[in-house]
Structures are given as structure tokens and as C-alpha cells.
């Protein structure tokens, strides 16, 4: 049976990852951005929110795959995780991919949240990593570019 210390810690780490703690939602900028906006690099940023989003969600994913799946295929850095373009092809991509990053992000909390899952025990085909600390690793990650995100947003809005 699960100790109520562990359960706590499970259901913080939930928390955090929806946001809104002590940062915005990543839901409320992505319900206010523009789909004509996804694209523009404002102030000279060297990427759109498109890109910093997709990064974003390819990142989730990764480390997600990484924790659960004992055939996990390490992805090669920087190419697969950043798009070619600097928009999405159509509105229909847009969607997709916003629907992906919170279909991969409960997957993520569940994982978190089932008791079979132990937190601090390594990954067996890692090398040190534990449940833990790949739930932190995403915390942290979506943290920062969600901040990221909030910047070119407000860049946006005054151009």
C-alpha cells in the first residue's frame, strides 16, 4: 500500500504540471493567441510560438516515452526536436497538435498518479534516472518554455 507521504508528492507534481501555481496556464495563452500570429518572431526573437509550442510538446513527449517505454529510442538533438517551419501548415495541424500535448500530458499524470509506477526507483534502461525526476524534468521544461510562450505573446499584442 501506497504511504500518504508518496500519494502527497504524486499529487503536487499533478498540480504543477497543469500550471497556474505560480505561472500561467499554458491553456490561457493558447486560448488567446492568434492562429495569423503562431508564426511572426517578434523583437527579433529567433523563434515563433509556433516553433517554442511544438518544441514544447515534442520534449513532453519524449521524455514520457522515455519513461515508460523499455524500447525507447533516444531522438537526435536539436533536429527532431524543433519543426522545419515556422508555422503550422493549417488551422487542422494547429489543433492537432495543441490536442497532442494535452492527450501526452495527462498520459504523463497518469503515470505519475499509478502507485505501481515507484518514484524514486531508477528507470531500467536509464542511467540513474528515476520516475521523479523525469516528472521534475517536465515540470521545469514546460515551465520555462510556457514563460517563453508568455513572452512572444506579449511581444505580439504590442506590434
Same mark, same amino acid.
Request: glycine letters at 4%; hydrophobic letters at 35%.
Given at each position: 500500500?501506497?504511504? =500518504?507521504? /508518496?500519494?502527497? &508528492?504524486?499529487? =503536487?507534481l499533478?498540480? !504543477?504540471?497543469?500550471?497556474?501555481? %505560480?505561472?500561467?496556464?499554458? @491553456?490561457?495563452?493558447? /486560448? @488567446?493567441?492568434?492562429? /495569423?500570429?503562431?508564426?511572426?518572431?517578434?523583437?527579433g526573437?529567433?523563434?515563433?510560438?509556433?516553433?517554442?509550442?511544438?518544441?514544447?510538446?515534442? %520534449?513532453?513527449? #519524449?521524455?514520457?516515452?522515455?519513461?515508460?517505454?523499455?524500447?525507447?529510442?533516444?531522438? &537526435?538533438?536539436?533536429? #527532431?526536436?524543433?519543426?522545419?517551419?515556422? %508555422?503550422?501548415?493549417?488551422e487542422? @495541424?494547429?489543433? /492537432?497538435?495543441k490536442? !497532442?500535448?494535452?492527450?501526452?500530458?495527462?498520459?504523463?499524470?497518469?503515470?505519475?498518479?499509478?502507485?505501481?509506477?515507484d518514484?524514486? &526507483?531508477?528507470?531500467?534502461h536509464? #542511467?540513474? !534516472? &528515476?520516475?521523479?525526476r523525469? %516528472?521534475?524534468?517536465?515540470?521545469? =521544461?514546460? +515551465?520555462?518554455h510556457t514563460?517563453?510562450? +508568455?513572452?512572444?505573446?506579449?511581444?505580439?499584442?504590442?506590434?
Amino acid at each position: 500500500m501506497e504511504q =500518504h507521504s /508518496e500519494r502527497v &508528492t504524486r499529487e =503536487h507534481l499533478i498540480h !504543477q504540471l497543469e500550471g497556474g501555481q %505560480a505561472f500561467i496556464k499554458i @491553456e490561457d495563452l493558447l /486560448e @488567446e493567441v492568434d492562429f /495569423e500570429d503562431l508564426g511572426k518572431r517578434p523583437a527579433g526573437l529567433p523563434y515563433s510560438f509556433y516553433e517554442q509550442f511544438f518544441h514544447l510538446r515534442v %520534449a513532453q513527449y #519524449d521524455i514520457l516515452d522515455f519513461s515508460r517505454n523499455s524500447h525507447y529510442e533516444r531522438m &537526435t538533438w536539436p533536429d #527532431d526536436y524543433w519543426p522545419m517551419e515556422q %508555422a503550422p501548415a493549417s488551422e487542422e @495541424e494547429w489543433e /492537432e497538435l495543441k490536442k !497532442q500535448f494535452f492527450d501526452e500530458r495527462n498520459e504523463m499524470m497518469n503515470f505519475i498518479l499509478n502507485p505501481k509506477n515507484d518514484l524514486q &526507483t531508477e528507470i531500467p534502461h536509464g #542511467d540513474g !534516472q &528515476t520516475l521523479l525526476r523525469e %516528472a521534475l524534468l517536465v515540470l521545469e =521544461h514546460n +515551465a520555462y518554455h510556457t514563460g517563453q510562450l +508568455a513572452i512572444i505573446f506579449r511581444l505580439l499584442n504590442k506590434e
